[in-house]
Structure formats: C-alpha cells, structure tokens
C-alpha cells in the first residue's frame, strides 16, 4: 500500500522562507545567546507616562552623578556619558567579559506638548531617572459629555 504524498513547492523550501518571523527570532534568540548583548554600550529604558508628566529611566550601575550629560536640542533629549571603563587587569585573560561601565549615548524625541524649561533629573541606586512634565494643554481631561442637537 503506498502512501499519499503531496509534492508542492512549500515542502522543498527552506524553514527560513517558510516561516520567516520565525526564522528572525531564532536567529535573535542564537545571536544574542551566542554573542551577548549586541551593544553594550546602550543601557537599558524604560518610559512611563503618569497623568503629570513622562519619565525616562536608564539602568546604568556604576556610574555617579558627573559622569553624565543631558542637553535638550530641537525636541531630542541626549543623554550621554563619556567616561571610559577602568580597571582591567592586563595580565589577566578574560574567558568572558561582560561587565561593562563605558561610554553611552541614548537620544529620545519629545512631543512639543511637553515643559522642557521644567525637566528634572536624579541619579540613585543605578537608575537615571529623567522627569519631563506635561504642558497644561496636554494634561488628559476629564472625560465629558457632548449633547446631540
């Protein structure tokens, strides 16, 4: 008794042509596995909006408070360090070397419906957090009714 077997094209492609975001997140998944954090460089963000204002906050350890610029250009606040990392023992070698406290720079557009006369910033605990308040204008409102004439 033989066995139905349908021969179609889809059957001889390869997984990666197949099913391609699933062949992008493997390849995501072993490159990250395989190399580490592609760009160390960049600390981590998070972005929360409360009904007052936004607030950036970038995890970034080891540093302390002058070892960071912030200077808002044309609505793009840039948030930088420019400090080099140190202590690396020559005369060991690293099997792996995944510390890392070096120079950075993060840049994130803002709505003009922010105060940027009023933005503030704190370094504690490894996070810088960025305060931006929200214009009068951009402040949600209470929700309202409208009548149909």
Not at 7 to 32: G, I, K, T
Not at 110 to 138: F, H, M
Request: proline fraction near 4%; charged fraction near 30%; glycine fraction near 4%.
């Amino acid at each position: 008794m033989m066995t139905n077997f349908r021969f179609s094209d889809r059957n001889c492609m390869p997984a990666r042509l197949q099913y391609p975001a699933s062949h992008q997140m493997m390849n995501w998944f072993w490159n990250d596995f395989e190399n580490g954090k592609k760009d160390r460089s960049v600390p981590l963000a998070n972005i929360v909006e409360t009904k007052e204002d936004f607030r950036i906050e970038l995890t970034v350890p080891g540093f302390s408070k002058s070892d960071f610029k912030i200077k808002l250009e044309d609505q793009v606040l840039h948030i930088s360090s420019d400090r080099e990392e140190t202590g690396i023992n020559q005369e060991e070698s690293y099997i792996r070397h995944e510390f890392s406290c070096t120079a950075f720079n993060r840049s994130f557009h803002l709505s003009y419906l922010v105060d940027s006369g009023s933005i503030i910033a704190k370094y504690e605990n490894g996070i810088l957090s960025v305060n931006i308040p929200k214009t009068e204008q951009a402040k949600s409102k209470p929700a309202r009714e409208i009548a149909i004439d």
